[in-house]
Structure formats: structure tokens, C-alpha cells
């Protein structure tokens, strides 16, 4: 890998070099002492991997670090600190960093790091693609072999086999057109907020569809949560305007149920102008019961609303009430 260190004090900087270098395969294309100067030098020389500490003069790694991210600069990045403060983790997680390790560091703590982060790279290489990239190609079907996109993501996206899973569909073409960016940005807070799940957010251009995907270890309970503060953000605040988003939701619990579960959203959400709700469609069930008191048209009844157990959501019939 090519690295850049950008650390204002000498003796840590030009150690942590000296160590790479002499320890490693890897090459140290430059060293910062702010992160001003660290900011300059990625964007010239373009390094696999940046290292840097976060209290700095000028401008502190964390900034530096945000910078990049807003710029979409491709990059890997590891922060270095003498401070194990919660908010720097949020941030850092936020800004998609690799590692937040605390100093003092020694060889081994330097060569477990860059073997975490090479790993990733080449994860990346291999499936040329970022996570929500390959979440995207799954939800919308482009990519047809559903076992190996499904292998990626929990490669790179460190899914658990089994877990808890929720898909969050929403039709934004309704909404005003800042609603895109404000959901964009919400899902940057809900990462930050709930650094111990997984969250992924994409958007569907040609369909104007927004779709977030969080995931965590099985009994964990974090998505109710979770699911409560996307709903204050995105829905109940704009529930008293004309123009606003459509959003519905279901969990699952592995990767493999993804594609279905989008498509059950997809679903849902196509009889939107029929419901006319307040922002937030319920359930399946839910919905034919709505339809069946508006005598409504062909609706797919699925064995799981009509039944308790649940075993089965294929689709028995296509009804016109």
C-alpha cells in the first residue's frame, strides 16, 4: 500500500514511518505535520491508506479526514489518538475511517492494522465495488446471481449470516426536491448515532427511490431504535407538508432476503396514491385490509397475511375485490 502519515509531533511521525518501512512492504509517500498540509498531499500523491492524528494545529485530522469524504476522494483512513473521547469514535465512524487506535503503538499494533486495511482493499479489488454499490445492483436485481452478490456484501460489509435485518423503502419523488439530500444527510446521522450497527443507504435514480438497510447481531434489539429516530426524522417532521416521501419497512434476518424483501416494499409502496397515507405505510396485511374497505383492485393476497404462521410469503392468488 501507499501510505501518508500526518502527525504534528516528530517522534511519532517519523517512528511510525521508520517501523512501516522497515517492517513491512508497504511505501510512506509523505509526511504532514497539520492537517492542512496532509489535506494537500492526498490529494497529489493519492494513497491507499491515510494515518493520521486527530489534535493537530491548522486543521485537525478529523476535519482533514471530512474533507476527503465530501470531496468522495477514494481513500482508506486510520485515526491516531491519546484520547479514547466517544465523540471522535462517532466522527470518525461518520467519515467512514478504517481503525481508531490509540497511542502509544507498537509494531504489532502498526502491522495488525495495515493487514485489516490491505485486506479491504483487496476485498474491494476482487469485487470492484463499494458496499452500496453492490447493496444497489441487489436491490434492484442488476446483478442476477443473488449467492454471489450476497457472498460480497458479507465480505466486505461484515453481514452476519444470521442477524437482525431492516430494509427502510421510500418513494421520494413525492417529497420536495431537497427531501434527496436531507435523507442523505439523515442517514449520515443515523450511522454516526448508531455506531454499532450497520447502516447502508442507496438511492434508485431512474425510479427515485431511497432505500436504507440497517443490520445488527441477533438480540441485540438496537433497530427498534433505530427505526424510531428515522421515523422522527424523516417522517413524522414533515407529515403536515403537501409534498412529502412515502416510507415503509420490513425485517429479515439474513442477507438472502434482501432482494425479496425489496421487492415486497417495492410493492407496497406502488399503492401509495391509492392510500394517499401520512408519509408511512404499514404492513402488508395492513394494507389489503385498507384496499379491501375501499373496494380497491387487484391486490396480491400473500399466505403470510392470511395466515399466523408466517412460513410462507409467496404469493397464492391476484384478487379483484
Known amino acids: 500500500m501507499r501510505i501518508v502519515i500526518v502527525e504534528d509531533e516528530v517522534k511519532i511521525r517519523e517512528g511510525i514511518a521508520k517501523m512501516i518501512e ?60 491519546g484520547y479514547s473521547e466517544f465523540e471522535y469514535v462517532q466522527r470518525a465512524i461518520r467519515y467512514g475511517v478504517d481503525e481508531y487506535l ?13 493487514d485489516k486495511v490491505e485486506k479491504k482493499i483487496r476485498r474491494e479489488q476482487m469485487t470492484n465495488g463499494t458496499p452500496e454499490q453492490h447493496l444497489k445492483n441487489l436491490i434492484t436485481g442488476e446483478e442476477k446471481d443473488l449467492e454471489k452478490n450476497c457472498g460480497i456484501l458479507k465480505d466486505i460489509c461484515d453481514f452476519p449470516a444470521v442477524g437482525e435485518y431492516v430494509l427502510l423503502a421510500g418513494y421520494i419523488g413525492s417529497a420536495e426536491p431537497s427531501y434527496r439530500e436531507e435523507a442523505e444527510r439523515a442517514a449520515e446521522e443515523l450511522r454516526e448515532k448508531y455506531s454499532g450497527l450497520k447502516i447502508h443507504y442507496v438511492y434508485v435514480e431512474n425510479v427515485q427511490k431511497g432505500y436504507l438497510l440497517g443490520c445488527g447481531e441477533t438480540g441485540e434489539g438496537k433497530l427498534a431504535a433505530l427505526e424510531k429516530s428515522f421515523y422522527n426524522r424523516l417522517i ?51 394494507i389489503f385490509r385498507s384496499l379491501r374497505r375501499e373496494r380497491q383492485i387487484s391486490l396480491p393476497i400473500w399466505r403470510k397475511d392470511i395466515s399466523r404462521s408466517g412460513r410462507s410469503a409467496k404469493p397464492l392468488s391476484r384478487i379483484t375485490i
Open 22 to 81: 522497515s517492517q513491512t512492504d508497504h511505501v510512506v509517500q509523505g509526511e504532514a505535520v497539520n492537517g492542512e498540509e496532509g489535506l494537500e498531499m492526498v490529494l497529489r500523491f493519492k494513497p491507499d491508506l491515510v494515518i493520521t492524528d486527530v489534535r493537530m494545529p491548522k486543521m485537525d485530522g478529523l476535519e482533514m479526514v471530512k474533507r476527503l469524504y465530501e470531496c468522495k476522494v477514494p481513500l482508506h483512513a486510520v485515526i491516531l489518538s
Open 102 to 114: 490509540l497511542k502509544p503503538l507498537d509494531i504489532d499494533d502498526i502491522k495488525t492494522m495495515l
Open 236 to 286: 413524522l417532521r414533515y407529515r403536515d407538508r403537501p409534498a412529502k416521501a412515502i416510507w415503509t419497512r420490513k425485517q429479515f434476518e439474513c442477507p438472502e432476503q434482501i432482494r425479496d424483501a425489496a421487492r415486497e416494499l417495492d410493492l407496497l409502496l406502488s399503492y401509495a396514491l391509492v392510500l394517499e397515507p401520512e408519509g408511512w405505510l404499514p404492513s402488508a396485511g395492513r
